[in-house]
Each structure stands twice: as structure tokens, then as C-alpha cells.
């Protein structure tokens, strides 16, 4: 293998027995090798950041690192990933070239998608450490596509603030969200079965928060977008003195416009970043962005 892979050394075998960690170029360009489609994994991954990843080679990795950053500050990543704001820095300019773990770590931090990426490299089951987590990113995304109130259904779980029966916190849930309670029920019902909730203690707990993107399913993304943005609407009418609604209609150069769309999809990334490193959860929230062109061309 260590030969298949281009080395004169037997430095497959240092990996296998933890002496040495391959450093993530090195890791990549192994799996390319092995014929694993590193590029498609990534496009399917964050298509708007995929071509960065280029040759594989350690610049293409700080590059694409830095680009998952978006506004985020140093420190926040740093602590989140379990290294230092030195090492962190020196990773994302390209300075240190990070190794595998500290990939593992970063892409953690900075998306709480590891498990999803780690899938498209290799089969998720072979990764014990990650194949549960894998399994709950993908019962999530079911449940949020067959119950789309469900994602609100647990982040509300997640807050710990509800307990009691399932009826009770159904009732007091429904208060909330403006729901009927039997369509709560549906959904804790749901994510149940999903693994993603389970009764404890007089109430629900949730497991560790799962990540979910159907990006890559066009029809079903667009579904959840219209559901969304009707449950906001819906709230505009009734809003609350902690809701924050804005709007702007502007007239700009191509160039700005294109700006603009860069900078909605960065504050996109900066508030999943957010919210996947956020602890404790105490209250949860629907955040709705629109941009729309009217071209008169």
C-alpha cells in the first residue's frame, strides 16, 4: 500500500499503528488514489466552495479551509476544534499544513458537517466513531422533509425547556410555534423513531445536534425554502417584540449585485457556523435570507 501510494517507506503501516498521521493532502491524494472521488465529495459537500480544493495538494486545503471561515473569529474556531488560535491561524493561511485529525477537527468546527463529508470519501460504516452521527444527519433530513416543522420541533427539544407528558409538551409546544398539538405529536412521534429525540427525565432530550442539507436535492430543497418562508410570513403578521424582520429594495451595478450574493451566501455559512458551535441551547429560531433579481434585460 505504502508503495501504491508513492512512498519508499512502509508509512502506511506508521498510520495504521498511530505512530504518524498522514497530513490531509496526503490523506486525500490517498484516497484519490485509491479511487475515491475526492473532488465529487466535496462538490456534493459545498458546491460554492468545491473547485478550491483544486490538485488536492496543501495550499488547495488552506484555501478551502479558509473559505468554510467565513466572518468567523479566530478564537470561536480555536476553541470549538480543541486547538489553539495559533495552530488555527497558521492552518487556515497555509502556513502549518494541518493533519488528518486536525482536518477532522476543523471541518467539524467550522461546519458541523464532518460526518456528511467523511461519507462521501469513504463508507460512513466503516467509520465507527462516525457512522451513528451519519445515521442521524440522515434521519433528519428525512423527518425535515416528510414533517418540515419537525427541525423547529427539535430545536425546541434541544432547549430543554419543555417536560412533561408527550400531550403536555406537545400542548406547550404548539403554543409556541403556532401550531395544532397534534401536528407536534406527529413530529415527536417522528423524530423518535428517528433517534433524534428519545424521553429522559420527565421530558425529551435530543441527541447531538445533526446538520442537515438537502441542497443537493433541488425539488426537495426548494420544498423546505417555500415551507420556511411561509412559516415567516405567517409570523410577520403576528410578530413578537424578540422578532427582527427587514427588508431592502435597491438599485446596483452588475458587479454589486454579484457582491451582494457573495455576501448572502457568507452570512449563510457564518450563522450554520454559529449555531453548530453554540452551546447551551436555550431558545430557537427560524432565520430567513431573500435575495431577488429583477432584471430588465
Not at 457582491?259 to 452570512?267: D, F, G, M, N, T
Amino acid at each position: 500500500m505504502s508503495r501504491r501510494l508513492g512512498y519508499r517507506s512502509n508509512v502506511v503501516a506508521k498510520w495504521e499503528a498511530g505512530r504518524r498521521m498522514p497530513t490531509a493532502s496526503e490523506a486525500l491524494l490517498a484516497c484519490a488514489r485509491l479511487g475515491g472521488d475526492v473532488p465529487g465529495a466535496f462538490r456534493r459537500f459545498r458546491p460554492a466552495t468545491a473547485a478550491l480544493i483544486g490538485d488536492l495538494g496543501d495550499d488547495a486545503v488552506a484555501a478551502w479551509l479558509s473559505a468554510q471561515r467565513g466572518g468567523r473569529r479566530i478564537g470561536d474556531i480555536a476553541a470549538a476544534a480543541g486547538c489553539s488560535r495559533y495552530q488555527v491561524s497558521r492552518m487556515l493561511s497555509g502556513a502549518t499544513r494541518p493533519r488528518l485529525p486536525e482536518l477532522f477537527a476543523l471541518v467539524d468546527a467550522l461546519t458541523g458537517r464532518l460526518p456528511e463529508l467523511v461519507a462521501g470519501l469513504v463508507d460512513i460504516e466503516a467509520v465507527g466513531g462516525l457512522a451513528s452521527a451519519h445515521a442521524r444527519v440522515v434521519a433528519a433530513r428525512r423527518a425535515a422533509l416528510e414533517e418540515p416543522w419537525s427541525a423547529a420541533v427539535l430545536a425546541l427539544v434541544a432547549t430543554g425547556g419543555y417536560r412533561g407528558s408527550r400531550t403536555a409538551v406537545a400542548n406547550a409546544m404548539a403554543t409556541t410555534l403556532g401550531l395544532e398539538p397534534e401536528a407536534v405529536e406527529r413530529c415527536l412521534a417522528l423524530l423518535q423513531r428517528a433517534g433524534a429525540v428519545s424521553r429522559r427525565r420527565g421530558g425529551y432530550a435530543a441527541a447531538e445536534t445533526a446538520v442537515v442539507d438537502v441542497r443537493r436535492r433541488p425539488g426537495e430543497a426548494a420544498a423546505l425554502r417555500a415551507h420556511w418562508a411561509r412559516a415567516s410570513l405567517a409570523r410577520l403578521e403576528d410578530a413578537r417584540s424578540r422578532d427582527l424582520f427587514s427588508y431592502n429594495v435597491v438599485s446596483v451595478s452588475r458587479e454589486d449585485y454579484e457582491r451582494l450574493r457573495a455576501l448572502q451566501l457568507e452570512h449563510f455559512q457564518q450563522v450554520r457556523a454559529l449555531a453548530a458551535a453554540s452551546e447551551p441551547s436555550q431558545v430557537a429560531g427560524l432565520f430567513v435570507t431573500h435575495l431577488i433579481q429583477w432584471d430588465p434585460s
